[in-house]
């Protein structure tokens, strides 16, 4: 290749190590610096700014090629959004297996602890348009592409374990039913509306996946916060041809945190771009987002030891019955360069694998094998997208697809089939040996049915265990939740269907909504249902008390850290310089950010004369952006922010949101003009004694370290300080 020519496909395919994906990636990036403005063709532009004419005053002349094909250009600037899944953001990274898992696969990427496999990860919302908020109440998708060795491997999955149908012959129904509605196309990105309920209410399969919906997990406080699942069940296949069912997770190192529902929606109108912004700015500061890879392995013998059956993707292996075994890690170190070019066009499928991967017989896994493909004809259209920078395997490509719209590669000589002996036999079949796909050999003989399983008729035993091993707080939110959504509902037969079918979740939970969506009496009768979608004998096939899973629990999940969260410092003219920069230093060393906020932009004076910045004022932010928020002291400081009604609207947000506030000296007496009630202000009158009430931590008269900033630190680590019985009075 003469330098300065664009490498084809299969020049690039012979030279590269399979781990260079950013350099594969490379050739396609532009570097336009000291570069001139040309057309497409290379042309150089003169004048970028007038369009040719019949003079000046003249009108715009047909033959002008640059402006032509410039607006051509634009006019086509827009390809479809996906139907699901629209709005996502993505990054770039790499993955590593901690140690060979040749036992169990012979997939490349899983045997050697050395080899940093490249990935590329989008994360989405399901319901909303390309252009909707970030922080609705969703599931979220988590598809991550590995370009490994051996050929791309997508592992296309959700923050939750579960789905809601059990086949995918439904899936246009639910999605037409979640999204807005066809008359007039509202609401954007939510569910609470009449379709959405209509169509759940008569699918009783549903009731698990609505209770993760309904749960704190639809609203992830950051992508980086959240766990990962492929939710079908797949198999892994070891060199001997050995098959074993597993099932993907993936554990966020941060652990999971949520938004709480009041939260969300304000951070909905205040920064759309909520999660999108965390994540890029994560890494945009070193901060690179980290989850483990971990495999439930069920032996095939196994298989139908459990109570629900390992192909029904409404079921979860309990975490207890089969442990998480964590096989790798994943880092997510580099922002994508443009987010039209990877993030829109990345083209995901679940039926990308690998040898030593495969499928299960799952039938929602096996409708998704079709879907994927075929959206992509559409969405990038036509079927070269795998030539697509993103979507190109560092693996060789070698085949005789040709031609279609778009095509790259420039494929050379006359032969184009296979068998051929005039290329030599070329590109020939890869023997197993030498990593050539070979799918699985399970034996099959089965009558040709249009049925669901008999072992898929249980649809409540594993709601009712989500619903029985979440905290009291966690049982609370999905009771306001649900009294959201269907408080939304016009149509009140839909309301008392749901709460019918609640009702066999539980009894307790369905009284709690009922109560306050107008619906008196109810008696977990489900016969309003079609006979097809009723549930059947063999309904509840587990054992009666389906007991607790505390995996299931957001709860319990890990709280060691403050890394990256943010924190706003609250402070005027005349503040304590000496505290506010010990809290600063402090949260700082321990991973957090920090923002000063005060009632204007520039910077503050404190009341020793030292000049601090102001990151944000009341008008740019607010304290739904922030995971914690310390009001510093300082007398002058105290008396402009007391006349603040931001300021204060800042505190009592911050405390009916649960979070952590931290305040010394005259601070403490800022907080005492809340609303805020229910903890202990006052008790800390003497000299470095830290009070730390519910999240609410407080010291007057500091000298020295007075272990006030570690206090301030463990609340955060707790992230929302649920015990907070009062909230509910501050208004904000
Ligand atoms: Fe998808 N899904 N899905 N899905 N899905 C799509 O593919 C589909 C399902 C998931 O960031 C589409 O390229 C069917 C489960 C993610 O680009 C489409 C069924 C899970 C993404 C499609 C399901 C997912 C998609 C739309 C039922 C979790 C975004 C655009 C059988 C395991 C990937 C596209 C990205 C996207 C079909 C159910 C996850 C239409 C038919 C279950 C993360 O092909």
Redesign the pocket.
């Known amino acids: 290749m003469n330098k300065g020519e664009r490498p084809t496909n299969v020049e690039k395919q012979n030279s590269e190590p399979a781990t260079a994906k950013t350099e594969a990636l490379e050739n396609h990036r532009e570097h336009p610096e000291g570069t001139y403005l040309t057309t497409d063709q290379g042309v150089r532009i003169a004048d970028n700014h007038n369009s040719l004419k019949a003079g000046p005053r003249g009108p715009t002349l047909l033959e002008d090629f640059i402006f032509r094909e410039k607006m051509t250009h634009f006019d086509h600037e827009r390809i479809p959004e996906?139907?699901?899944?629209a709005r996502?953001s993505a990054a770039h990274g790499y993955f590593q297996v901690y140690e060979s898992l040749a036992e169990y696969t012979k997939a490349k990427f899983l045997q050697d602890p050395q080899v940093q496999t490249p990935v590329f990860v989008?994360f989405?919302t399901v319901a909303g348009f390309r252009g909707s908020a970030d922080t609705v109440r969703d599931a979220r998708?988590?598809?991550t592409k590995f370009y490994t060795e051996d050929g791309n491997f997508d592992l296309?999955?959700?923050n939750m374990p579960v789905?809601f149908?059990q086949d995918?012959i439904k899936?246009p129904d639910l999605v037409h039913a979640v999204k807005p509605e066809p008359h007039n196309e509202m609401p954007q990105a939510s569910a609470a509306h009449d379709n959405f309920w209509d169509f759940i209410s008569l699918m009783p399969e549903s009731m698990h996946m609505v209770m993760w919906v309904l749960s704190d997990r639809a609203l992830p406080r950051s992508y980086r916060m959240m766990e990962g699942?492929?939710?079908?069940t797949f198999r892994f296949i070891n060199a001997a041809g050995t098959s074993r069912f597993i099932k993907f997770h993936w554990k966020p190192l941060l652990g999971m945190h949520s938004l709480v529902w009041d939260e969300a929606q304000k951070i909905a109108g205040k920064d759309p771009d909520f999660n999108r912004r965390d994540l890029w700015e994560a890494i945009e500061k070193g901060a690179y987002p980290e989850y483990e890879l971990g495999v439930q392995i069920v032996e095939e013998a196994d298989a139908d030891s459990f109570d629900f059956d390992l192909l029904d993707?409404t079921k979860i292996i309990p975490e207890e019955l089969v442990p998480v075994r964590k096989i790798g890690k994943m880092t997510l170190n580099r922002n994508p360069d443009n987010f039209f070019a990877e993030t829109e066009q990345?083209?995901?499928h679940p039926g990308h694998i690998v040898p030593g991967i495969d499928f299960s017989n799952d039938p929602?896994l096996q409708?998704?094998l079709f879907?994927?493909l075929?959206?992509?004809l559409i969405?990038l259209g036509g079927p070269n997208f795998a030539e697509i920078p993103i979507n190109r395997p560092v693996a060789a490509v070698h085949n005789n697809q040709r031609d279609g719209y778009m095509r790259q590669t420039i494929n050379k000589g006359r032969v184009n089939y296979e068998p051929n002996s005039l290329g030599g036999g070329c590109p020939m079949h890869a023997p197993e040996a030498m990593q050539g796909f070979v799918s699985h050999a399970e034996t099959i003989d089965a009558a040709k049915v249009r049925e669901r399983s008999e072992s898929f008729n249980d649809h409540f035993t594993q709601a009712t265990l989500f619903w029985n091993s979440q905290s009291a707080v966690e049982k609370e939110h999905i009771v306001q939740a649900l009294q959201f959504e269907l408080g939304k509902v016009e149509h009140m037969h839909i309301r008392q269907r749901m709460i019918e079918l609640a009702a066999n979740v539980d009894q307790e939970f369905a009284a709690r909504v009922a109560r306050e969506i107008g619906v008196t009496e109810f008696s977990g009768d489900l016969s309003y249902l079609s006979e097809s979608a009723a549930p059947k004998p063999g309904s509840r096939r587990g054992a009666a008390a389906p007991g607790r899973s505390p995996a299931l629990s957001m709860e319990n999940t890990v709280k060691d850290s403050i890394k990256t969260r943010k924190i706003a410092i609250l402070a005027a003219a005349g503040f304590d310089h000496s505290a506010l920069l010990q809290i600063k230093t402090a949260l700082q060393a321990a991973g957090a950010q920090v923002e000063i906020v005060s009632k204007h932009l520039g910077s503050i004076k404190s009341g020793d004369g030292q000049e601090v910045k102001v990151d944000k004022n009341f008008l740019t932010t607010a304290s739904i952006m922030y995971d914690a928020v310390y009001v510093a002291g300082g007398k002058q400081s105290m008396v402009t922010l007391q006349t603040s009604g931001e300021a204060l609207h800042f505190l009592n947000e911050a405390f009916k949101h649960c979070k952590p506030i931290g305040a010394s000296d005259e601070g403490i007496d800022l907080l005492m003009r809340t609303n805020i009630t229910g903890v202990e202000l006052s008790g800390a009158a003497s000299q470095n004694q830290v009070t730390s009430d519910k999240g609410v931590v407080t010291v007057r008269h500091q000298a020295g370290d007075s272990g006030f900033a570690q206090s301030f630190i463990d609340a955060i680590a707790q992230h929302r300080h649920w015990d907070r019985d009062k909230k509910d009075q501050v208004p904000a």
């Open positions: 996906r139907i699901v899944h996502g989008r989405s998708g988590f598809a296309v999955g959700n789905f149908i995918a899936f699942f492929g939710v079908h993707a990345a083209a995901f929602l409708g998704r879907s994927y075929d959206t992509q969405r």
